[in-house]
């Protein structure tokens, strides 16, 4: 099994940068900090891999399977790495590790298939699907292997080749999670390369790549299509969310206090698809916040290693930073930290779950993308109220409606403007459900059948009618 300690990549002449220890603020590692101009040899390489990758569909099947086993295997090395450079309980390093393999194994069964051209006349045409070529991947430090696995599972199933760069943040794991791929994969056909900008801009716009698919915050994203379009390359991006979250008046508050609260703080509120905003009814608010509250001045915070631990650091110093800020201003605005609203008197990065009350609706922690562990709960006064402040946003990531009445809840979340709603439950998702947000949140589709042809480009064939 290959060990946790990071070494130069190959090639690699910029030295190596440091990886922090949320739960300390301390370096506990570091990365190998390759620089743009290696971009060159590595795409090359990844090219080369592609022609023999893209050849045969079975064996790409069995190798995906036996990654899947693979990674698996190693989850005892990888979850406590995971959770050293990204602050998580390990409980959620090992069910990330699981999403991993599951999402391995479901993209390494599933066939594109072909489909007659049918629209009435007697065209006898057929739709095949070919793959792109070397493919590149940037992703996040929220869930640094299952958005790994999200991006290189649909496009090697497809016969591409994918160079994917992690973020400075959180870069081990996805190193070893490299490492113990290599052993079932051939060469080249899944290349990890590490280090600040402006490797990845640089990645973004390499003239050999296909398809850069991103996921991360908007700003960068919109960079990156910029980028992207000097090659032609094909973009998918899947970006930041501000999910807002109704109760209707028949909600059962104590029954979904725990969902909703951890609907919102799992992970530290890091999660794109958290609920970031709480609509309450006006009768019903104080219940709510209160019920909140409560769970948030009990939930044990502490490092990720520590069996107890519910919730970790935040992952990095610019977010807590960010965090700081939200919550200042939000409080120097008039509202009231119910719970929280500080960082912890302790080494690393720790902020006490906060629960708002009387946040003005235009607080940057309402009409931004917080992510972290600070939940805003706002009273209305009509469901027409509500559904309008939930909309009132340039993000369109998901949404959710609580109720007892279950058909009320979904006509209400028929009218919430993102990818995904759900009632009664917040951020679940399946592996064979399109993964899509609107407006701002998001470009192209990822997951299921339409991630799978994402990564692929229809060819179509026509034979004559006659002769
Ligand atoms: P980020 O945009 O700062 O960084 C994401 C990645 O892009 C990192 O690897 C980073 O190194 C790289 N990067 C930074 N500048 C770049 C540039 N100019 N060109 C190319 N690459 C560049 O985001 P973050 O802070 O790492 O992640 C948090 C964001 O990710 C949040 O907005 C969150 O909502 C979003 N996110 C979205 C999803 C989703 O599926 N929609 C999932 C997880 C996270």
């Known amino acids: 099994m290959p060990t946790s300690r990071s070494r130069r990549a190959p090639g690699a002449r910029g030295g190596c940068f440091a990886v922090l220890d949320p739960a300390t603020g301390e370096t506990f590692d570091e990365a190998p900090d390759q620089q743009p101009e290696e971009l060159d040899a590595v795409v090359g390489r990844a090219h080369a891999a592609w022609l023999g990758w893209r050849a045969d569909p079975g064996a790409r099947t069995t190798a995906l399977l036996a990654a899947a086993d693979a990674v698996e295997a190693a989850g005892a090395d990888l979850a406590p790495l995971l959770t050293r450079e990204q602050g998580k309980p390990l409980a959620e390093s090992y069910a990330e590790i699981a999403r991993t393999a599951a999402r391995l194994r479901y993209f390494a069964e599933l066939d594109p298939g072909t489909q007659p051209i049918t629209d009435g006349r007697p065209v006898r045409g057929e739709i095949r699907w070919r793959p792109l070529g070397p493919t590149a991947a940037i992703v996040p430090w929220n869930f640094p292997l299952q958005l790994a696995s999200a991006k290189f599972a649909p496009a090697l199933a497809a016969g591409n080749t994918m160079v994917l760069k992690p973020s400075p943040f959180t870069p081990l794991a996805t190193r070893l999670l490299a490492s113990v791929l290599s052993t079932v994969l051939p060469p080249d056909v899944l290349t990890i390369v590490t280090g600040r900008e402006p490797l990845g801009a640089r990645l973004a716009s390499h003239p050999g790549i296909r398809h850069v698919t991103f996921t991360g915050s908007i700003p960068t994203g919109r960079a990156i299509a910029q980028r992207a379009t000097a090659s032609l390359a094909r973009v998918t991006l899947e970006l930041g969310g501000n999910d807002a979250a109704i109760l209707l008046e028949d909600v059962e508050v104590e029954r979904i206090a725990d969902r909703l ?45 520590d069996p107890g631990s519910q919730l970790g650091p935040v992952s990095n110093a610019p977010q807590l930073a960010r965090i700081e800020d939200y919550t200042a201003r939000a409080l120097a605005d008039g509202a009231r930290a119910v719970a929280g609203g500080h960082r912890l008197d302790r080494p690393g990065y720790f902020f006490a779950p906060t629960i708002l009350a009387d946040v003005p609706p235009d607080s940057p922690v309402v009409r931004q993308e917080q992510f972290g562990p600070i939940l805003p709960v706002l009273p209305y006064r009509s469901l027409d109220e509500a559904v309008a402040a939930a909309n009132d946003t340039g993000f369109g990531l998901g949404g959710s409606v609580w109720g007892t009445d279950l058909d009320r809840a979904e006509a209400v979340a028929g009218r919430l403007e993102c990818g995904t709603a759900w009632i009664n439950h917040h951020a679940e998702t399946s592996l064979a459900q399109p993964f899509a947000g609107v407006k701002d949140s998001g470009l192209g589709v990822a997951g299921g059948p339409w991630g799978l042809y994402g990564n692929l480009s229809p060819f179509v064939v026509h034979r004559p009618v006659e002769g």
């Open 261 to 305: 609260f951890w609907a919102a703080f799992r992970n530290c509120g890091q999660v794109c698809m958290a609920v970031k905003r709480l609509y309450a009814p006006a009768r019903l608010h104080s219940q709510v916040v209160e019920a909140l509250a409560q769970r948030a001045k009990t939930a044990v915070v502490g490092p990720g290693l």
